[in-house]
């Protein structure tokens, strides 16, 4: 447990090392003393073993409530399962049952960086804050890559698209756009458009004839946008199974880029991540620290850190004060 000043308490969920680090580097004195009345935040990354994670967090909060905690605030700066928030044939939409878990527990404000999906927000019966990573990634694009003037902004996926213009505008840099890489499972295959499975009834009324929807063709892969003899910078929230990230870089490689960088939020980095990206033409990947991933960085040395604690602890001072958090979020659009 770690921390505060009068008013609140401050609690690492203590689930690994990296979530006691984050926790210090918020905030450093230890507390052991009655909750009653007090708000407390709850600070929780998510380390390989998910669910045990999150069982503590529940239990954690849970405990608060029963102790008579005014209220109790989650700092999660990566939200599990929240790829998994649209409708999968009939599968479940697992980042809603997750939200409502966190309600029934007692939490009643969540903080949290770059949700996968900015409409998640609206699984909650309570407040979310989305804070954003991209002011500390701009900053490291400006003061760690060498001639980034001459970069271009790079969308693995259409999908990707408006993160990247957002990123390209700001660095008043060039945007293009991979197109045709096989990624058609997360945007038209798990938002429900296949459910009801497709089966037909052919005891049924055969009098109504449906127009019959034509099945998708993967276009051949391109490159939109020129990206010849320049530096290009892919950005992304989540960066896990880096096998598109691999792939994207090996046809940029191709088409003329000389150094190619990867930006995302969270480094989840699973399975042979750090290995695929040591062998590959990725020169450099950078992620926030929002996910332990320091066995990975000893794994590849191309792995790079961006700590965002800071925008986290003035996040959590503002709450407890009562003062707004739009300079938080300030130049930041829908789209972002």
Known sequence: MNVAKSG???????????????????TEVDVKESVRGQTIFIIQTIPRDVNTAIM???????ALKTSCAKNIIGVIPYFPYSKQCKMRKRGSI???????????????????????????????????????????????????????????????????????????????????VIHGEAQCSESDMADGRHSPPCVRNTTGHTGLELPLMMAKEKPPITVVGD??????????????????FVAAA???????????????THGLLSADAPRLIEESAIDE?????????????LQCPKIKT?????ILAEAIRRIHNGESMA?????????D
């Open 227 to 244: 990206v010849g003899e320049r530096i290009a910078i892919i950005v992304d929230d989540i960066i896990d199974d880096v096998g598109d």
């Open 94 to 176: 697992v980042c809603k049952l997750l939200a409502s878990m966190l309600a029934k527990a007692g939490l009643t404000h969540i903080i949290t960086m770059d949700l996968h999906q900015k409409e998640i927000q609206g699984f909650f019966s309570f407040p979310v804050d989305n804070l954003r990573a991209s002011p500390f990634l701009i900053q490291y694009i400006q003061e760690e890559i060498p001639l980034y003037r001459n970069a271009i902004i790079v969308a693995k996926s259409p999908a990707a698209a408006k993160r990247a213009q957002s990123y390209a505008e700001r660095l008043r840099l060039g945007l293009a």
């Open 8 to 26: 609140y308490r401050v609690f690492s969920a203590n689930s690994s090392a990296a979530c006691t680090e984050l926790a210090k580097k918020i």
């Open 306 to 310: 961006v700590d965002v604690s800071m």
């Open 285 to 297: 990947v950078v992620v926030t620290n929002t996910v332990p991933h320091e066995v990975q960085k």
């Open 327 to 335: 300079y938080l979020f300030r130049n930041i659009t829908v789209d």
């Open 250 to 264: 090996e046809i940029l490689k191709e088409r003329g880029a000389y150094k190619i960088y990867i930006m995302a």
């Open 56 to 62: 503590e967090l529940l239990v954690m909060a849970y």
